[in-house]
Structure formats: structure tokens, C-alpha cells
């Protein structure tokens, strides 16, 4: 695909804006999108001289309210920038719509692999499956020691009620996005609205942490940089180890989702990595199912709207998407209530 054929990029305008505002950056530019990306649209740009970043841009419509704030994102790298918790060099950041027809941002291009699947998983070495894993925990124990204030994140949120905020904003989500009734998904969050627990702490929350969202070095297994900060916010930190988990499979159970890279000799238990955060911070885990409960709530949600985009023709090609985040919905709803039956016992 040519350049000009590329949705979502006006390579005239945004070639111009990268040599006025990224440093050392000259074009000719070539875009590419880079496949993966179910939310915001990604491309790898490449300079005249060769050298690459990345460009992200939210979708080409039907945004919901609050969603796809490439500002938002683009202060959170640069905020995080030095702090211990690897993120991509943040570049530049265009919020003139006239340039490129909506805001984006750009950041350097981080070499890695993604570990998006069992396949990709599997790629790497024994060793580097547990560095990778280890390291996976302990930059999240970073983020959630850092004093947002200290990075000049202190206004990014409330800090307190975060799961009562959660479950408004995405059952909110739900209704203005979703293709058909699915009872089951109102029932989750009637019962996680009646059985939240207390917050007991408060900091940076990531909201999409995962493997899937790291490159890693397929080498050594340690990890070069977080991506992905579209849904991070301020609240109940414990949040992201329960979203953690819905991507995290036994090695001698059932793989619990397809685009999670665990579940094979080398990685952790579940039970592994929550004792790993726990004995790091001192938090007490013993709710961590409810917030795994929750996390697969509110990714049905995510997924809902992500499978409208598509179908409103937003998206591109889904590749079939549509059709399988039919069942994704309903499965991850199911989940969450046999995870809150399970707290029930």
C-alpha cells in the first residue's frame, strides 16, 4: 500500500509538521500501519535517512466521549520518562486537527518483540520467559510506587472511588456501544457494584497491562518498553494486577485467553505472580478475584466498542473480528461470573 493510500494519514501535511517538530527528522516520510492495534491507529514512520518512530492517532470515527485523548497519552510517556518504568522517547505532540484531521502524537521506535500469543510465547528461551515475567512484575511494582505528583501526573485523576468511577464510565460505554442485548454483561456489574472492596491504596494505574502491550527483548527476556497508556489513570492500583491475571494462564491449565503468550513451561503460575507484586509492595492481595472479575467486565466492555468501530467500517479490515468479538464478549462476561460465584463460596 502506498503512502497516499493510507487512511488516517495526510502524508503532505504530517510530513511537513514532523520536520518542523521532531528533531533531526527530515522527509521524505514513509507510513506504515502497524498491525495489531484493535483501539488507536499505529504507524511505523520512516525518515529519509532511514531512521524510525512512531505515530499514533485515535480512529477515524465513532470515538466515544473520554476515549482516544492522544494528549493524555503523549503527557503520560513524557511524564514517566527517567522514572524506572521503561517507556518509549516521546517526540512530539500535534493537537492542531487541521494537520492530520485529528490530534496524534509521535515517540521514538523501541526495537522488541511483542508476546502476544502462545506462539509468540513460545518463541523465546526458557530463561527469557522468566526474566520476562519477572520484570513484567516488578515494573508494574515501580509504577504503583511512583507519587504521581512527583512526575507532574498529580491532576490526571481521582485518586479515590476508582472502581465506582470505572464501573459508571464503562457500563455508560456499554450502552452507547453495544451491537445487541446481552443480559449477562448488565448482571456482572449489578453484582460488582454490590460487592466492590474498600481502596486501600491509590497511584499510577496503567489499565491495559499485559505482556501484549510490552516489547521485549526476545534475546534476554527483559523488557524495553511499556506501550499503550491510553487507559491509564489515577486510582485503586490493585486494578491492574486483577487485568493482569485475565492475560495469565497456568502452565498446567487451560489458556485462558488467545492473545496471552503464558501458560507453557518457563512462565510463572498465576498464583507466582500476584505472590511476586504482593511480597514487593506489602499489599494485601486477598480480593485479587473480584478485580480479575472486574478487568473481564470492563475488557467485555472495551471489546463491545472496539467490534462497533469495526462494524461502523472505522476500523479497516477486521479480519474477522466482528465475529469473534461476538463470542469474546459473552465468554469474558461468563468469566467474570464464575469468578465472582467463586468469591461467593
Known amino acids: 500500500m502506498s503512502t497516499d493510500e493510507i487512511p488516517g494519514i495526510d502524508p503532505v501535511r504530517v510530513g511537513a509538521w514532523l520536520d518542523a517538530n521532531v528533531a533531526d527528522s527530515a522527509g521524505p516520510y514513509r507510513f506504515d500501519l502497524i498491525a495489531g492495534g484493535r483501539s488507536n491507529l499505529t504507524f511505523r514512520v ?39 518504568v521503561p517507556v518509549a522517547p516521546a517526540l512530539g505532540m500535534c493537537a492542531d486537527e487541521a494537520v ?50 512527583s512526575v507532574g501526573l498529580g491532576e490526571l485523576g481521582k485518586r479515590d472511588g476508582y472502581l465506582a468511577r470505572q464501573l459508571r464510565r464503562w457500563s455508560t460505554q456499554w450502552a452507547n ?13 449489578r453484582r460488582l457494584e454490590e460487592n466492590q472492596p474498600a481502596q486501600s491504596t491509590s ?16 534475546a534476554t527476556g527483559h523488557l ?22 485475565v492475560y495469565w494462564s497456568d502452565p498446567t491449565g487451560p489458556q485462558l485467553a488467545e492473545n496471552d503468550p503464558s501458560g507453557q513451561p518457563g512462565y510463572p503460575s498465576r498464583a507466582e505472580m500476584v505472590e511476586r507484586y504482593a511480597r514487593a509492595t506489602g499489599r494485601d492481595v486477598a480480593e485479587i478475584r473480584y478485580y480479575e472479575a472486574f478487568s473481564c467486565w ?21 479480519g474477522g473480528y466482528a465475529v469473534t468479538a461476538e463470542d469474546r464478549v459473552a465468554l469474558l462476561a461468563q468469566r467474570s461470573i464464575d469468578l465472582l460465584d467463586s468469591i461467593a463460596r
Open 46 to 84: 520512516t525518515a529519509g535517512d532511514g531512521a524510525t518512530f512512531v505515530l499514533r492517532r485515535p480512529p477515524l470515527g465513532h470515538v466515544l466521549a473520554t476515549a482516544h485523548d492522544m494528549g493524555r497519552e503523549f503527557r503520560i510517556i513524557s511524564a514517566l520518562q527517567g522514572s524506572g
Open 100 to 149: 492530520n484531521g485529528a490530534p496524534f502524537y509521535v515517540m521514538g521506535y523501541v526495537d522488541g518483540k511483542v508476546l502476544d500469543s502462545p506462539v509468540a510465547g513460545a518463541s523465546i528461551s526458557m530463561e527469557a520467559r522468566a526474566t520476562a515475567s519477572q520484570e513484567l512484575v516488578d515494573v508494574l511494582v515501580r509504577l504503583h510506587s511512583i507519587d504521581p505528583a
Open 177 to 189: 456501544s453495544k451491537t445487541r442485548e446481552l443480559p449477562i454483561v448488565d448482571e456482572v456489574h
Open 203 to 218: 497511584g499510577i494505574v496503567h489499565g491495559d497491562y499485559r505482556l501484549g502491550n510490552c516489547l521485549t527483548d526476545p
Open 224 to 245: 524495553r518498553a511499556v506501550l499503550d497508556w491510553e487507559l491509564c489513570t489515577l486510582g485503586d492500583v490493585l486494578a491492574d494486577v486483577g487485568y493482569l491475571l
Open 298 to 318: 470492563r475488557l467485555a466492555c472495551i471489546a463491545e466498542g472496539v467490534r462497533a468501530r469495526y462494524q461502523a467500517g472505522v476500523m479497516g479490515d477486521d
